[in-house]
């Protein structure tokens, strides 16, 4: 439950590059194609007839959504879903001379390619560079030799975990599948700190849109318009599409305006506030905007993620508009004879700056050993929020404004500064630029698809789910007693990382250290976990706890990376997860292991090609039972012959993160599952995914974990209800009766007779 999936990986570097962004390669971002909304219109005629009716029906500020297959992918942005999208299977680690390179993520789409990748393990003494190195440009090598150079690279902050990079690259051909990445020296690193010239080969494959994508809303909204009598720049303000979050919304769109004259570096749109139908401010955070305009575009764009979908609707969006005014008006300024740190002067110039009156008030100077700054406060027209002042004989040495939205009618003050001591003589300064607000009810209105405060009706449940959040709440209120014949004694890890024994029929419960994953051996004399669980300086990796003498054995050839032990029926082996060593994500690849429980003949099962988790053995002993996971909705409950090496696909399951039990008999499996619109699901069925019961569904209560009985009645599980710790609770598999265990939580590892 804890894992990242591909997609969270996604939303964290997208978050994060909003920190830096660079441009390795500007002179190749102007040939690349970006289609116009009247070459868009050009191709779809009728989703023109369509744009034309909402104009008609536009009222001012309000925006309508019209409809094309779009979805968002987080560092990526928005893609068209029509057309086919490519991503890596699952991240790729490559070691060279200790620096291990782990390509997280490739997402290949018909306007980009995106390539997300993480070094670590830098060699000794190596200092990272935080320059760009224009001079070592990355590339595609596709199959016939051709390449593709990297157009934008982001790097971001990682938590500690290395560097982590973003390399944007064009659209691959039509039918590639096969790639490979060619970075001459890794982001960060000056020559010769690392290995170079690396050559990754990369095998895409199709991705589900459903997958890897959140849905988005494309506006055609009616344009905001400036108030009466203020200069006609032609600007408008839009909103053009909306990410539908699970935790909120991204809203992106665009400020635009008609007058050439204005260049992009000199005018800014930014929010004031966002607040809902009641007048309360919402939360937000800025976002990464779907597109940057090019530098001769009459165009900036903007992003907000909405931080919750608890609002009253509709919510309202309200920008400012500053435009920097060049200027050239002169003045004269006499700091007289050995002005002290702190020395102010009262001045009260009045200038006429283009077509606005500008009054210098006051001055004040702040004195350093090797330079000086000149502070002067000003007054002007309502609209106007800032100054640019310069000394046209001395060379520039800071200055400048504040940050933030502008007030207005307001003193301002700006700052000129200089290299050594501020001479004596007077000086002729100049006003060369004006920060102006630009009037205008610059405020955009949207309402989500269904209102968030208006309250919408649960999904649907299935006539056959026996528990939901009704029946639930009915079974904690009327709290009913285990049955005389349920027994047995259960191994479980809690939410303190203790390793607990219970006898279910009275509720007793024993502490035999510390550890987790545990899995009972057949006659329950030991369990095995991923510890050390007692002993202080044992080695980590898989433990034997032997319950008669309270001691542990370290299970020798086993690795601190090593998880969901799982003793056989039979009691000769224990089979579990692998991750290589240097593995820094629950999302990397790993490989089956199986090991006798004396710490003998260990063997590999399966190669580093893929995550495959192992959860369950039939009662052969022969035959492990894992979830193949392909991503955050897509996996599948998978059959490996220990013996053979044969491997057959049982069920496909939306959740990779799961897990899957067999029933005792090796008839029935239960396994968590997601429904549409993000429920978390029980069910059981036969081993070939027939035949299925729905045993729990959300939305309002979570339940993962399940785990047969002994007799092939039960299953027990662990429920959340909203934010409340989870509850372990019995499900009837054949009368859905259900008796929540008040006293017991954490996850289940194994139940015996």
Request: glycine letters at 8%; aromatic letters at 8%; a negative charge.
């Amino acid at each position: 439950m804890k894992q990242k999936s591909y997609r969270e990986i996604l939303d964290s570097i997208a978050d994060d590059s909003l920190q830096e962004q660079a441009s390795l390669w500007t002179q190749i971002a102007p040939q690349l194609e970006r289609k116009s909304i009247m070459q868009t219109l050009r191709y779809r005629p009728v989703l023109a007839v369509l744009i034309a009716l909402l104009i008609l029906l536009a009222l001012s500020g309000v925006v309508y959504a019209i409809g094309r297959s779009l979805g968002y992918i987080p560092g990526v942005g928005v893609v068209d879903q029509t057309s086919p999208i490519l991503v890596v299977g699952y991240p790729m680690i490559i070691e060279r001379e200790g620096v291990i390179l782990t390509i997280e993520q490739v997402i290949a789409t018909s306007e980009k390619t995106i390539v997300i990748y993480r070094h670590v393990e830098q060699p000794l003494g190596a200092e990272t560079s935080h320059q760009e190195s224009n001079e070592d440009n990355p590339s595609i090598k596709l199959p016939n030799g051709s390449q593709l150079n990297a157009i934008i690279g982001r790097r971001q902050p990682s938590d500690g975990n290395g560097i982590l990079y973003a390399l944007e690259f064009p659209p691959l051909p039509a039918g590639v599948m096969d790639i490979t990445l060619e970075i001459p020296r890794l982001a960060g690193l000056l020559p010769g700190q690392g290995p170079e010239d690396w050559q990754i080969p990369i095998h895409l494959k199709k991705g589900d849109p459903s997958e890897i994508t959140y849905p988005v809303v494309e506006y055609q909204p009616s344009t905001t318009v400036p108030a009466p009598n203020s200069p006609d720049y032609g600007m408008f303000i839009t909103l053009d599409k909306v990410v539908d979050l699970p935790d909120g919304y991204i809203l992106m769109g665009s400020m635009q305006w008609t007058d050439a004259a204005i260049h992009q570096n000199y005018i800014i749109a930014d929010i004031l506030s966002i607040t809902d139908a009641n007048g309360k401010p919402v939360e937000y955070e800025y976002a990464q905007p779907d597109s940057h305009p090019q530098s001769d575009e009459l165009r900036q764009t903007w992003a907000y993620k909405i931080t919750t979908k608890s609002f009253a609707a509709p919510l309202k969006l309200a920008f400012y508009i500053q435009m920097h005014e060049t200027a050239n008006a002169t003045f004269q300024f006499d700091p007289r004879q050995n002005p002290q740190d702190g020395k102010a002067w009262d001045l009260n110039l009045n200038l006429k700056v283009n077509s606005h009156a500008v009054r210098i008030t006051s001055a004040k100077v702040d004195i350093y050993p090797s330079n000086w700054n000149l502070e002067f406060t000003m007054t002007s027209d309502p609209n106007v929020a800032g100054a640019e002042i310069i000394d046209p004989q001395r060379p520039p040495f800071g200055g400048g404004g504040g940050d933030g939205a502008p007030q207005t009618n307001t003193p301002f003050m700006t700052s000129i500064g200089g290299e050594g001591a501020l001479l004596n003589n007077p000086m002729t300064l100049a006003i060369v630029g004006l920060d102006v607000i630009v009037p205008g009810d610059w405020a955009i209105t949207w309402t989500p698809p269904i209102s968030a405060s208006t309250p919408t009706a649960p999904p649907p449940v299935h006539a056959e789910a026996c528990l939901t959040g009704a029946s639930w709440r009915q079974a904690l209120k009327s709290n009913p007693s285990l049955p005389a014949n349920l027994t047995g004694r259960l191994v479980l890890a809690d939410g303190n990382g203790n390793i607990v024994v219970v006898k279910l029929q009275d509720g007793t419960q024993k502490v035999i250290g510390q550890g987790t994953a545990p899995s009972f051996s057949p006659d329950g004399s030991k369990i095995v976990v991923v510890g050390p669980p007692i002993n202080v300086g044992q080695p980590d990796g898989l433990h034997i706890i032997d319950l008669a003498s309270g001691t542990s054995t370290y299970l020798q050839g086993t690795k601190p990376t090593d998880d969901n032990p799982v003793w056989s029926p039979d009691g000769t082996k224990i089979a579990f997860t692998r991750r290589p060593e240097s593995s820094m994500d629950a999302d990397d690849p790993t490989a089956i292991m199986v090991i006798t429980p004396d710490g003998s003949n260990l063997r590999q099962l399966t190669p580093f090609d893929g995550v495959r988790v192992v959860t369950a053995w039939m009662p052969d002993s022969v035959n492990l039972i894992y979830i193949a996971r392909y991503g955050l909705r897509s996996g599948s409950a998978t059959m490996l012959n220990i013996e053979t090496g044969d491997v057959s696909e049982m069920f496909g399951i939306n959740y990779g993160y799961g897990s899957v039990d067999i029933s005792p008999d090796g008839k029935q499996a239960v396994y968590e599952n997601w429904l549409p619109g993000d429920l978390y699901a029980v069910f059981t069925s036969s081993l070939d995914g027939t035949n299925q019961s729905l045993l729990a569904q959300g939305p309002e209560t979570t339940v993962v974990a399940p785990k047969w009985s002994p007799d092939g009645r039960w299953i027990i599980t662990v429920i959340y209800e909203g934010n409340s710790d989870g509850m372990l609770a019995l499900i009837h598999v054949d009368t859905c009766q259900i008796i929540p265990l008040p006293n017991l939580n954490g996850n289940v590892g194994s139940w015996l007779p």
